[in-house]
């Protein structure tokens, strides 16, 4: 006899796992079923997915440690410490990478059995219906099994995107995966895509000595940031050595016995021909949901493989609900992970809600960049009315004492009630910064309400309450 669940979790990516413990803390019996790509040496399957195992948890590590060798390397006569030249092993950063990874993966574990979640290993596809539920078939190595859930959240995550003429064999042609596992820092490195994985991935090894060209097919760098950060962001990369060429056309990329080479066409026509030691392929991400089965259950993909679903992300076959990177919307882990809070409280008849535009976006580089709400092109194209306040780090004097001054806090509020309707930060740890803002736009704050707040002193997150003060220009140390 099949077993049956309440809830059947497909994936254990950051929505799948989240979605798999709040739906068990609500008295649900809850299965999460993960086949995973990144075994560990047991050859049991690592859960926590992409972000995990080859994706957020890992290139921070990376992050950390590149920052770190570039501080020791560069920033420290200014504080008056001086040494002999500095190394780096790149095999002991990786295991570092490699243990911070395993510990949090193997937290998951924790998790589950804490609150009672039953791990189905395998690759789980539907096989129809039943009176009490959904029959999912689990693929395993040591077999197949069917089990039936009420209730199916989808959490199955994605993939890194591949180009014709440039085939990823995760050595010498990477995507994500390969690009943080180099065993060496590369002597000459491309990347394809100036988006956020590619320029993270690329500043890393920047860091460590590779000289880093990037390629970006798009006209304009960062679009989906402020105007202002963005040309900001753009001069900063290309004074620490970033060379970013907007506007290419990708051509043929072919190995050789040193490395690879790539053909692409510059915004004016003109074809040039790039050669590297290694080549990272980060152009975006697709939707897991091949393999899935979905016809079984009366649903079908749109034409770029993702489910449709409502604004709680219902699918059209009731009882189904699907979560993260295979739906609509940005491909952010917390993203996922509130989705999946969302729908294990909606199935407990609780009444939770997501504003998206509260959401907000990180990118790791140094300085790190961060936004939440509209950026100023958005709202001009929409008419609405605004003000605008900035405030540059260069006048932190805890920015100035870390030796972090680049960038700035900008803010965006309406013209008359004054809600605030975007923040937008590049400087040091804006990563955390921008939590403030997410927090205040959640409660539909005004810019006054930041400015009237005391922050404590002296701290980066001061920039965030000037840059408040500067809507009403009354910022008081500018």
Known sequence: MSKLFDILVIGAGPGGYIAAIR????????????????????????????????????????????????KVSHNLADHGITFSEASIDIGRMQKRKEDIVTKMTSGIQFLFR?????????????????????????????????????????????KARHIPNVRVDNVTICDNEGALKFTEAPKKLGVIGAGVIGLEVGSVWRRLGAEVTVLEVMPSFLGAADENISREAAKLFLKQGLHIKLGVRIGQAKQLESG?????????????????????????????????????????????????????CATAAPGIYAIGDVVRGPMLAHKAEDEGV????????????????????????????AWVGKTEQQLRAEGREYKSGQFPFAANGRAL???????????????????????????????????????????????????????PHPSLSEAVREAALAIDKRALNM
């Open 114 to 158: 804490k609150n009672k979640i039953t791990l189905l290993k395998g690759r789980a596809s539907f096989a129809g219906r039943t009176e009490e539920g959904f029959r999912v078939t689990i693929r395993g190595k040591e077999g197949d099994e069917e089990i039936i859930a009420r209730k199916v959240i989808v959490a199955t995550g994605s």
């Open 23 to 70: 739906s068990a803390q609500l008295g649900f019996s809850v299965a999460c079923c993960e086949f995973s790509a990144y075994d560990d040496p047991s050859g049991e399957p690592r859960l926590g997915g992409t972000c995990l195992n080859a994706g957020c948890i890992p290139l921070k590590a990376l992050v950390a440690s590149s920052e770190a060798f570039e």
């Open 342 to 369: 969302m729908v294990a409280e909606l199935l407990a008849g609780q009444k939770p809600h997501l504003d998206y535009n509260t959401m907000p976006w990180v990118i790791y580089t140094t300085p790190e960049i």
């Open 401 to 455: 004492g870390l030796g972090d001054a680049e960038g700035f806090v900008k803010m965006l509020a309406d013209a008359k009630t004054d809600e605030i309707l975007g923040v937008h930060i590049i400087g040091a740890n804006a990563s955390d910064l921008i939590a403030e803002a997410s927090l205040a736009m959640e409660f539909r704050a005004a810019s006054e309400d930041i400015a009237r707040t005391c922050h």
């Open 260 to 312: 690879v080479e790539i053909a692409y066409t510059d915004d004016q026509g003109a074809e040039h021909m790039l050669e590297c030691d290694k080549l990272i392929v980060s152009v975006g991400r697709v939707p897991n949901t091949d393999q899935l089965n979905l016809e079984a259950v009366g649903l079908q993909t749109d034409e770029r493989g993702f489910i449709p679903v409502n604004e709680h």
